[in-house]
């Protein structure tokens, strides 16, 4: 893999300093912002960063095409570093919730521009390996981010891990600007947007794979945005218990997509995607019932939930990139804008779901039943088609 692409060492490397930077963040992002806007305006935060990034996706490819990988990550991760700076500055409501939004965006379009880096540096046969260990290496720094955040928030506030964010993305900053600066880009295709969005759900593979992604990107939306505050305000666990927790629940990131990538390219995602769908709706649907404050409780059923959300991830990541080529950058537009569209709908249903149950936990219950549905969309997939 490394003698025949070379330069995947310098993007596993970005992976990684990538990752660790959101891992600092994603989880008290919310619970950063409710100090601002209120616990029930978290939500509306995060849709309003999510409708501008579809935007921001509409014109990527364009821009893309005309400044490259290299110049557009190169501004892309610079101004992600300084808005990062401002957000552990900034102490008012009115410079805050702007600049969050504002790096929210910048976040997805830097996602963007790695999966393009993966894409041209993949091969078919090898689609599998590449994405399991690109994967096992983001969701390392994840599991590494939150073994230590949860000391650094015992000791300091939530702004000491922007800071720390910061200087992560600086470092990233630099990589880019160091490793990537001979990178040659491939013809990327020159389609209209609307014209790419026809193209993608004319194929059913890529809508199949498209549905598969949004429902586990609504998965993550819940679980990031709702379990900490759910773990926090409700059970009342410090924030060194749930940085723990946390540590322990993404372990199956680091341990099973490597392996997980190599089996796919054997034998294909059919099977798997049915039973990584199957574990996180069950699991999901035991948090509802767990109401103690007891961290290796709360570990275990949260760790469980993501065996399946992993395996979901790395295949449908797979099966997805299988079926197209790699000038098809307005494709993989589309296929990332469920994470901004699940940052749109998810909170909404939540905002509906709390107003109708009689408690905080429901959510769990009814993440686990919309989780079956993916089963479905997984059983569909023909043996011919991966």
Known sequence: MFKTNPKLKRI??????????????SYINSSFLSAFSGEEN????????????????????GILQRTGEYKFLLWASGLNALLLLLLSLLKTSVGIIPVFIF??????LIVFAMDELVEMFSKNSSTGL???????????????????SGKILSNFTFSSLYLLAFLIMATFFIFVSVGLKNIVDPKYDKVLAWQSFKNFF?????ARAYKMNFLLQFFYV????????????????TWEEITTIFAIMLLPFVLIQFPLGRYSDKIGEKKMLRLGFLAASLATFSLFFITRHEVWIWAIALFATRVGAATIEIMSDVYFFKHIERENDEFIAVYRNTIPM????APFAAFVIFRLVPSFNYIFLILGVLMLYGVYLAGAINKKDV
Do not use: D, E
């Open 12 to 25: 596993f490397l970005l992976g990684f300093l990538l990752a660790l930077h959101f891992a600092f963040t």
């Open 130 to 148: 590449v994405r399991g260990v690109y994967l096992t290496f983001i969701n390392l720094a994840w599991v590494i981010a939150q073994t230590v």
């Open 42 to 61: 978290v939500g509306l935060i995060y849709i309003l960063g999510s409708l501008a990034s579809l935007v921001a996706l509409y014109f990527i490819p």
């Open 103 to 108: 790096y929210f965006i910048l976040n997805l």
């Open 222 to 237: 819940w679980m990031v945005i709702y379990t900490p505050i759910y773990l926090h305000a409700h059970l009342h666990f």
């Open 342 to 345: 699940s940052y749109i709908i």
């Open 202 to 206: 004319r194929n059913k593979n890529l």
